[in-house]
T-cell receptor
Framework: GDSVTQMEGPVTLSEEAFLTINCTYTATGYPSLFWYVQYPGEGLQLLLKATKADDKGSNKGFEATYRKETTSFHLEKGSVQVSDSAVYFCALRAGAGSYQLTFGKGTKLSVIP | DTAVSQTPKYLVTQMGNDKSIKCEQNLGHDTMYWYKQDSKKFLKIMFSYNNKELIINETVPNRFSPKSPDKAHLNLHINSLELGDSAVYFC?????????????FGPGTRLTVT
């Protein structure tokens, strides 16, 4: 079945450090890929998405590129802020016609001043 | 103006009780979902309804019963609550299965069973 594997957390970075959160997936067909963010005490919000190979999703300084050859969708940000502290989830939707999102286990990011 | 709302936000109850969580979306979406997030933050789909019809029903104890009175509402009723039901339950909605397919999540209901 479909699955998403994220790097284990928690990740602690100093402000302005470079962030990478690794995400790899297993799916049949051509999935769409997503990064969601969950701030403390809140629900999930879509951060960015990519629907086909080589697409780059970007939002709020975060980027991720859909790499079909390595089945990866790593999240990056050049300079993190304290306000980026949250749990980040990688997810996939397996092809057109699929309603279901499959989530990774989440990576908690803490950014310290 | 909340897009996806859930009530209650917190629910503390004893084992064996029956409780309901309500979800409403004002986005005009036709598909709604229930997710369970455990203490390790792992998110798992429980149910999904499209136009009031059940389309996803994962391996969930039959003590859990979703009900969708209309496209804007998806409630979750839980019978005979157990300690292991303690979790945060998220409702979400989306518009169909095509297009951008973004799921919008509610703020969650933290259920504690004592």
């Amino acid at each position: 079945g479909d699955s998403v594997t994220q790097m284990e957390g928690p990740v602690t970075l100093s402000e302005e450090a470079f962030l990478t959160i690794n995400c790899t997936y297993t799916a049949t067909g051509y999935p769409s890929l997503f990064w969601y963010v969950q701030y403390p005490g809140e629900g999930l919000q879509l951060l960015l998405k990519a629907t086909k190979a080589d697409d780059k999703g970007s939002n709020k300084g975060f980027e991720a590129t859909y790499r079909k050859e390595t089945t990866s969708f790593h999240l990056e940000k050049g300079s993190v802020q304290v306000s980026d502290s949250a749990v980040y989830f990688c997810a996939l939707r397996a092809g057109a016609g699929s309603y279901q999102l499959t989530f990774g286990k989440g990576t908690k990011l803490s950014v310290i001043p | 103006d909340t897009a996806v709302s859930q009530t209650p936000k917190y629910l503390v109850t004893q084992m064996g009780n029956d409780k309901s969580i309500k979800c409403e979306q004002n986005l005009g979406h036709d598909t709604m979902y229930w997710y369970k997030q455990d203490s390790k933050k792992f998110l798992k789909i429980m149910f999904s309804y499209n136009n009031k019809e059940l389309i996803i029903n994962e391996t969930v104890p039959n003590r859990f019963s979703p009900k969708s009175p209309d496209k804007a509402h998806l409630n979750l009723h839980i019978n005979s609550l157990e300690l292991g039901d303690s979790a945060v339950y998220f409702c979400a909605s989306s518009q169909g299965q095509g297009g951008t397919y973004e799921q919008y999540f509610g703020p969650g209901t933290r259920l504690t069973v004592t």
